[in-house]
């Protein structure tokens, strides 16, 4: 708890305020009220957001897929990359901003967690329903792995029965299966480890880090053999 309350002071939180850019994503929006990115949202170089991933322990193999896949230029056919053509800083090194991760024909997609599919309303900021409805779906004080395959697979039928348009192919669903295991990998700390709600009520209700919760960075990074179980684990209970 006392690392916990040292790393909470070191990194206060602050809500988003009026002007700042954020992304669909909760834990991006958590690393920026607590200024581990810039709290505006604007102008994040790719070492920047690297280093904030291994703050909360994601192993470098992570970080560098995760990053540099990102900060491509942006491709509509390939839905490669997010950054616009000759995006840099006064420094000339690439940069982006956390709305850009919402971009359509990216790493978006619909059937969030936590946010309404893009022809449906807005799917850059939480949407208090869904994520209530997240929170309370293990109906105790945590999340196994089968909880979150089996909630992705509960939103994909809520949604492909209200969207007549839905895009979620093969493709997003994997991609969707391994944000929700990138996530408990993070905050629940491998297969075998639970992932308390409050760790998640504090990332997807506040968008705040739970160190007040009393968690903190796991000691051993999270790396792509330990996530590859995850997400196959996850995608048997989404399938």
């Not at 209700?205 to 179980?229: I, K």
Request: glycine share 8%; with cysteine.
């Amino acid at each position: 708890m006392a690392l916990s309350s040292h790393l909470a002071k070191k990194h206060e939180f602050h809500p988003a305020g009026a002007g700042d850019l954020r992304s669909p994503c909760p834990v991006l929006n958590a690393l920026a009220n607590h200024g581990i990115i810039s709290r505006d949202g604007r102008n994040i170089t790719a070492n920047q957001l690297k280093d904030a991933l291994k703050h909360i322990g994601v192993g470098i193999d992570i970080r560098l897929g995760l990053v540099n896949s990102a900060y491509a230029v942006h491709d509509e056919h390939s839905h490669r990359g997010l950054r616009n053509p000759e995006q840099v800083d006064d420094s000339g090194i690439p940069v982006l901003n956390l709305d850009q991760t919402g971009r359509p024909h990216a790493i978006e997609h619909d059937v969030s967690l936590s946010r309404e599919d893009r022809a449906l309303g807005d799917c850059i900021s939480p949407h208090p329903g869904l994520v209530e409805g997240f929170l309370g779906y293990p109906q105790q004080d945590f999340f196994t792995v089968s909880h979150l395959g089996r909630f992705r697979k509960k939103r994909y039928i809520e949604q492909n029965a209200k969207n007549r348009v839905l895009d979620f192919g093969y493709r997003a669903h994997i991609v969707a299966c391994a944000e929700a295991a990138l996530f408990q990998g993070v905050f629940g700390e491998g297969v075998f480890r639970r992932l308390p709600v409050k760790y998640a009520k504090a990332v997807f209700q506040e968008e705040r880090l739970p160190f007040n919760e009393g968690w903190t960075p796991r000691w051993f990074a999270l790396m792509v053999p330990e996530l590859a179980m995850l997400v196959l684990i996850i995608l048997y209970f989404a399938s």
